[in-house]
């Protein structure tokens, strides 16, 4: 009988935590897991396990975890991986809730049937693995401190999941030089089990932390992950820093979309469009931690950038742009709040200029003027040391400005630069945690991280938009194609499944006739562009099995003979179904649609620039499906080339409602249609407004084949 899963509570707010393996020998891992508990100050029971008995730590050592007795919510598991598995499964026997298995030597060694068979025994008896391959847990709610890093960890509101042992080690180090509390800490090493969206859901709720920062490798259940993502951002602050822009993740070379798809630019997309900041760096991350864990959240977008320096000021304006902070400009009521508090040879207007004779009550002066105005809803301060300045009221002005504008409820982010008494300020103002930074553009980059997240918090929940298609129709198709033993559709059946989407196409009739070839020539209306339909003909151009513009009917009689002459010289024995005679598609702007089924994310769909360049020009984004329309036009708007369907020099605007349309349309059939692993449509032509937009080209590709081909 299956059980129910352990409610995650029990992990982060264990009532009892066993130790297998908690050693005599001070420098082993099961001896600093234990001293770590017992010193973090842990209120619950403690049981460390050792076939040894005896005392350790002041605690009675029991010489199996059946011998402890009682419930039990967590299993501290640190023992070699040939006894680890024994040890694990019998925990699971017992009803234990959680087991933190820190042993290495499963998968990441190669080890992976161990690591799963380990997993579906515990989880079948109710018990979740984390890990194994982890260095512990910490979690301030409960005073635990459950893994073998330094130990003395600061309690406070950055909670922080990582996938790098070592790296999550070194943090703890880092978060404590640096002054960032943590409220909880997990270590998820090889993922059997347990993974970031388990301990979001815990966290999201937790009143204890304020922003989440996660270390990412590589992401399991991607669909589950954006799901609790998209809820978990609109409560707190997510931070990821995601090491990998190799392009492993990347498959079905035959498809642009799949090359193009490169997993790290599918995680990048997907992550903004769940709200997530994602860091570059961990000094990044640990800035945006440390701001968005103290500050309040703004009111508007209205900044001012308050300085003593000129340079500094402009500076900050650029990396305004660069982070999409926006600027106040309305020169009249900032003439009237600060031109009582500037000097005659400073500036009024953004950034406020307090010239290089400002002292530390200039800067309350200005400060204050600002926080007290409505119409300003966050502050960007920026402090050049100067020889007038009074160095020594700088951490002081600082820190009460803070608290001011803390109680006031709007942000305010602080950047110093200049020598030794300006470093000590900002050492001293870390040590009480006021967050103050030197660089311009680390500092604007936090209060631009900062008002991402509010958009997106404070924003209407987007929705989902789908469209109406054929379903049937399409699944007929691709059961036509599997019976085929094809794994691709070929050219006409392609573009079936486009009509059935409702997408529209250049019209097309496929002739199996000379006859039938002219007349629908005449009935599409010359010019025409003419193709062989051949399962056995992939590379239909190679083979002289293409002819374009076609004028009239003299040209469609030679075209058809000369295709046909082509075809059975070149190919001897291919089957060929007719050919397909087709409206030749005006030009237009050439855009690429793809949507596939993404190894980590399920269904996500690709817009960019289409064309023969797309290779070369990537510009293309991503998003995963299911997504409202709005999405979609923040979607197109991230594209380079989107001001060309806006129309440039005079030209007209194109169709962007149809191209709108064709996103939404090629989203529902991914979402619906498990067969299909990728369509694209390249190019699709945008025309002016009211003209609608055609996808010329199509290829699709179907789910669980090895390999396979495209019918190009
Ligand atoms: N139940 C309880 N205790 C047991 C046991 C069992 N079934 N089997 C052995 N033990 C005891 C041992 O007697 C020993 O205690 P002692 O030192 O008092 O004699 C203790 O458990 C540890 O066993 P030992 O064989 O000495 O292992 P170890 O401490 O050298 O190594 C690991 C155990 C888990 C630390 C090691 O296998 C490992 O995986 N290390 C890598 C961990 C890591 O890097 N994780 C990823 C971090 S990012």
Known sequence: ??????????????????????????????????????????????????????????LPVSRTLEDAGGEIDLVVTSVPAKYAVDAVKGAADLGAKFNLVITSGFSEVGNIEEERELTRYSVERGMRIIGPNIFGMYSASSKLDANFGPGGICAGSVAIITQSGALGLAMIGKTA??????????????????????????????????????????????????????????????????????????????????????????????????????????????????????????????????????????????????YDVTLYDDNETMKNIFD?????????????????????????????????????????????????????????????????????????????????????????????????????YETVACLGGLYSHWRHATGEPAGIDEEEIDQTAIEEILAGAREDGRSFLLAHEGEEVLRAAGILMPETRI??????????????????????????????????????????????????????????????????????????????????VGARRDPAFGPTIMFGMGGIYVEVLKDVTFRAVPFSRSEAIEMMKEIRAYPLLLGVRGEERKDIESVLDTIIRLGTVIQRCDGISDIEVNPLRAYEQGLGAKAVDVRVLLSETSGGGTDA
């Open 1 to 58: 009988m299956l059980h129910d899963r352990p409610d995650i509570r029990y992990l982060f707010e264990p009532r009892s935590v066993a130790v297998i393996g908690a050693s005599h020998n001070e420098d082993k891992i099961g001896y600093k897991i234990l001293e770590n508990i017992v010193s973090g100050g842990y209120e619950g029971r403690i049981i460390p396990v050792n076939p040894k008995g005896g005392e350790i730590l002041g």
């Open 340 to 440: 009582p508090v500037t000097p005659a040879f400073g500036s009024t207007k953004n950034p406020i200029d307090l010239t290089g004779g400002a002292t530390s009550a200039d800067f309350t002066g200005a400060l204050d003027a600002a926080l007290e105005h409505e119409e300003i809803d966050a502050v960007i301060s920026l402090y050049c040391e100067t020889a007038v300045f009074d160095a020594d009221n700088l951490s002081t002005m600082i820190e009460e400005t803070s608290v001011k504008y803390k109680a006031a409820g709007k942000p305010i982010v602080f950047s110093v630069f200049g020598g030794s008494t300006t470093e000590e300020a900002q050492a001293m103002l870390s040590r009480k945690r006021v967050p103050v930074f030197g660089d311009v």
């Open 511 to 592: 002739a199996r006739s000379l006859d039938e070839a002219v007349a629908a020539g005449e009935e599409i209306g010359f010019p025409v562009v003419m193709k062989v339909v051949s399962r056995d003909i992939l590379h239909k151009s190679d083979v002289g099995g293409v002819a374009l513009d076609l004028e009239n009917r003299d040209e469609v009689i030679d075209a058809y003979q000369a295709i046909m002459s082509n075809c059975r010289s070149r190919v001897p024995g291919a089957r060929i179904d007719g050919i397909q005679v087709s409206e030749m598609a005006a030009s237009g702007v050439e855009l690429i």
């Open 177 to 322: 030089v640096e002054n960032v509390g943590i409220s909880a800490m997990v270590s998820v090493g090889n993922k059997a089990d347990i993974e970031e969206a388990d301990l979001l859901e815990y966290l999201m709720a937790d009143e204890l932390t304020r922003v989440v920062l996660m270390y990412i490798e590589g992401v399991g259940d991607g669909d589950r992950l954006v799901d609790v993502l998209e809820k978990a951002t609109r409560r707190k602050p997510v931070v990821v820093i995601k090491s990998g822009r190799s392009k492993r993740g990347a498959v079905a070379a035959a498809s642009h979309t799949g090359s193009l798809a490169g997993s790290d630019e599918v995680f990048d997309a997907i992550m903004r469009q769940c709200g997530v900041l994602r860091a570059e760096s961990v000094q990044e991350a640990f800035n945006l931690c440390k701001f968005l864990s103290t500050t309040s959240m703004p009111a508007g977008e209205n900044v001012v950038i308050v300085t003593n320096g000129g340079g500094i000021g402009v500076l900050a304006t650029d990396a305004c742009e660069k």
